[in-house]
């Protein structure tokens, strides 16, 4: 197959419709075979029910310490959305590029397997890796099984570049994430007799009202120095979607919504987590107490660690390097990074486009920002040559 530019790698990526939801093989087989073309061999990790892969390759010497660039297949939905434009279809109009996925990531995906293609055919004396991955707009949760089937069929990387939107910034921290969906159990009686029964959504609403004292106590904190460059700076914690109940003269037999929590890097998860599941545990507990077929059950969908900010970190150095850039920032969202660097890899996240267009209608890549992105392949090239 002859090499494809950039912009036809990401008109072919935006063509499949990646939804989380939905699997990503067409994508896949379709790498696959174009890397193969290339004489590079990729491997597939397969999800559980195998109607989902991530996709790796190595390219350069058999040997550790390659440049890994990461990111993912999957997009998140349109329902819902007005567009203007064909979301499967990439329509360059005003310096921008439209399309789902061309901000968060297929512009980045495009421009990092090119860079694979370009290094077998240039040929590299420091490895280059990629690594897509799938299920990261539900919670990160495709990554990890990445990784882990990485060790021992590639040789170890050492610095991994993930490329989320970040208009090219280097981005050393961001915070971690762990999300738990509630569900709350309650027990029916007409709402005069509600001493005899159980409002789930009221006593839904006193572990929400634990979020929000939380919230509070965290943001009177002094912000160390590590926390003052997020914004905000502290940990937060959200209920975005709630539902139960069926009138309002019946006590709630159901209430489930979803809390994450988003922590600054240093700041204890599993702490926070702990004084979350006592405060669930001790409602569970009042409600049994009065109907024992009652309570509350946790459902643990994500978990994400933070990015910490390396100390001489192997991949911030790279990057200064090919970017010229000479400060970093640190991000309130989360990424594969904390994953990969859990791992034992040294990770930072630079990649094209601005968040602000991730998960958007109509949402671009600014044609400025993929020039700049395929600059900065092409100097990783001249790095690794
Ligand atoms: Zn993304």
Redesign the pocket.
Same mark, same amino acid.
């Given at each position: 197959m002859v090499p494809l530019t950039p912009r036809q790698l990401l008109d072919r990526l935006v063509g499949f419709p990646t939804v989380s939801r939905l699997s990503n093989l067409d994508l896949i087989d379709w790498l696959e075979g174009y890397l193969a073309s290339h004489g590079i061999a990729a491997h597939r990790h397969w999800n559980e029910d195998r109607s989902k892969a991530a996709l790796f390759g190595h390219v350069g010497p058999l040997v550790e310490g390659a440049v890994v660039l990461s990111g993912?297949s999957d997009v998140v939905p349109v329902e819902g959305q007005t567009w203007t434009t064909d979301p499967w279809t990439v329509t360059e109009r005003d310096g921008r590029l439209y399309g789902r996925g061309t901000c968060?990531?297929k512009g980045y995906v495009a421009l990092a397997i090119w860079t694979l293609v370009e290094g077998q055919r240039r040929g590299l004396s420091t490895p280059l890796q990629l690594a897509l991955s799938y299920d =990261?707009?539900l919670g990160c949760t495709g990554a990890p099984p990445m990784i882990a089937a990485m060790q021992g069929v590639v040789p170890k990387g050492g610095a991994v570049i993930v490329g =989320?939107?970040s208009r090219m910034d280097l981005i050393t921290g961001h915070k971690g994430g762990t999300g738990y969906h509630v569900h709350v159990k309650g027990y029916e009686v007409h709402s005069s007799l509600l001493p005899y029964g159980v409002s789930a959504i009221m006593d839904g609403a006193r572990l929400i009202g634990c979020a929000n004292d939380q919230n509070a106590v965290l943001q009177a904190l002094v912000p160390t120095p590590a926390a003052a460059r997020f914004v905000p700076p502290f940990t937060t914690l959200h209920v975005g979607m709630i539902q139960g109940g069926t009138a309002h003269n019946i006590t709630a037999a159901d209430c489930r919504f979803a809390v994450e929590m988003r922590v600054i890097p240093g700041e204890d998860i599993a702490a926070l987590e702990a004084r979350f599941r006592a405060e669930a545990a001790r409602l569970d507990a009042a409600i049994k107490a009065a109907r024992p077929e009652a309570g509350v059950t946790l459902d643990h969908f994500f978990g994400v660690p933070a990015l910490r900010p390396e100390k001489d970190g192997v991949a911030e150095a790279l990057v200064r390097r090919l970017t010229g850039a000479n400060t970093s920032g640190v991000v309130s969202y989360g990424?594969e990074a904390g994953q990969f660097q859990e791992a034992g890899y040294s990770a930072v996240v630079c990649g094209p486009g601005d968040i602000a267009q991730?998960h958007q209608p109509d949402e671009f890549l600014d044609l400025s920002e993929f020039h700049a992105g395929h600059r900065f392949m092409e100097n990783l090239l001249d790095a690794l040559a």
């Open positions: 993912h968060d990531m =990261e707009e =989320e939107p990424t991730a």
